[in-house]
């Protein structure tokens, strides 16, 4: 049953064992108990057994696509009675083979009730350790739907020129693919894909992926297994989810915090070359390769609809990344020291969400210093004694609506909302 850690938090882990798991047996489930008639769930709580939950999701740059998600549970097999081995054909869990199979569903949850997913996936491996005296350890590796999708390939096709997000939505409606509309939240683009033909066995994933570098936007599984893909922003009227660091009474404390500053976050010449095209549209930054060097960033077989539009996303990473900017990269949170509601703000957090970030300093000028970001990347690494969460950021500037007779006509910090 979910657990509540010592500093409060609730956490949760179920695991789909391939069966209905509290279906009421006779002569085997006890009166009055949790099983009822038929059952209801294929889900089992293994939580009183794990020892430690590791979750690794995101990207490291948003130059990068989105690697499957991961999870790694450590549990205690021993004290389980060998539910987990599939050596036990005495496991609850053993119905002619072992339920704990690969493709079975995991979920994590967290937060001050153990309602907030922080993970959902599916088993790729399972380990047994055994260790003497009669001492067993359980290690279940999962991925998210992104590795899902990386396992199928599509047969050949040609779309028509459609949106970005309508491409995606193509691929996934794919018999080949199948993906749940369920299990997906698809965000209008504002690029276009053209007329290209996928040949057959191209790899799903690797199709979806090429469409994110066309929209120059995200594509991940979220905390709750959906596809999800957002559309390009580089500034946004969104506001802040969470304030990290700095002195007001709701912010979130910080552990630690890292700011980059140099030339692996500067692109000054970027070529892009559409699928079908021979030549490559080049955006420079002149006065950026001046300064600090050429720095070329590549994207070959976009499937963009023209050379103007692969020449536009040429334009658009140049004017994003040409010029080397101070900003913070990473933090770590230690969920032990927060109060129940920032708790289930950390729990509750997802890769696109805006934060504020600050640092106070004792010496130098400005003593204070806010900087406004997107999560890019999570990770939890959880185990009975503490609980600390990984967040990797990237750069978003926030625009504020412009206010006639208010706002300055010359204010680089609002817009037309």
């Known amino acids: 049953m979910a657990k509540v850690m010592k500093w409060g938090e609730t956490v949760k882990v179920l695991l789909d064992v391939g069966f209905l798991a509290d279906a009421f047996t006779l002569d085997s489930s006890t009166l009055n108990g949790t099983d009822v008639l038929d059952g209801s769930t294929d889900f089992v709580d293994i939580t009183e057994y794990v020892q430690s939950v590791n979750i690794n999701r995101g990207r490291q740059t948003q130059l990068d696509t989105f690697n499957a998600g991961t999870l790694n549970i450590v549990a205690n097999d021993q004290a389980s009675g060998r539910q987990f081995d599939p050596l036990n054909t005495d496991s609850n869990w053993y119905q002619g083979a072992l339920g704990i199979a690969p493709r079975r569903q995991v979920q ?175 955006a420079n930054g002149t ?17 963009l609809d023209t050379a103007a539009a692969g020449s536009a996303l040429a334009t658009n990473l140049v004017g994003r990344f040409s010029e080397p900017e101070v900003r913070f990269s990473e933090a770590s949170v230690l969920v032990n020291m927060l109060t129940a509601a920032q708790q289930e703000q950390i729990a509750a957090l997802e890769i696109g969400d805006i934060l504020s970030v600050t640092r106070v300093f004792t010496s130098g000028v400005p003593l204070t210093v806010t900087q406004n970001v997107v999560v890019e990347s999570i990770q939890h690494r959880l185990s009975p004694a503490r609980h600390e969460v990984n967040i990797g950021f990237g750069k978003i500037d926030l625009l504020t609506p412009f206010i006639l007779d208010t706002s300055r006509l010359d204010d680089a910090t609002v817009g037309l909302g």
Not at 112 to 127: K, P, R
Not at 287 to 303: C, M, N, V
Request: aromatic share 8%.
């Open 108 to 282: 994590v949850y967290g937060g001050t009730a153990g309602t907030a997913s922080m993970f959902s996936g599916y088993v790729f491996d399972l380990n047994i350790d055994y260790a003497e005296p009669q001492l067993s350890t359980a290690s279940i590796s999962a991925v998210d739907a992104l590795a899902q999708l990386s396992q199928t390939t599509l047969t050949a096709f040609t779309p028509s020129a459609e949106l970005t997000s309508a491409r995606v939505n193509t691929i996934l409606n794919r018999s080949e693919v199948a993906w749940s509309t369920a299990l997906r939240s698809i965000s209008t683009g504002v690029a276009t894909c053209g007329t290209v033909a996928y040949e057959d066995a191209t790899n799903a994933l690797a199709a979806l992926q090429a469409v994110q570098f066309a929209e120059d936007g995200r594509l991940f599984a979220d905390r709750s297994g959906n596809i999800n893909f957002d559309p390009r922003v580089s500034v946004s009227f969104g506001t802040a989810v969470a304030s990290l660091g700095g002195t007001a009474i709701n912010s979130i404390p910080i552990q630690s915090l890292s700011n980059i500053y140099g030339a692996e976050t500067v692109v000054n010449r970027a070529t892009v070359q559409i699928s079908g095209g021979t030549v490559s549209s080049v």
């Open 287 to 303: 006065a950026s390769q001046t300064e600090y060097g050429i720095k070329t960033f590549s994207l070959t077989d976009i499937p």
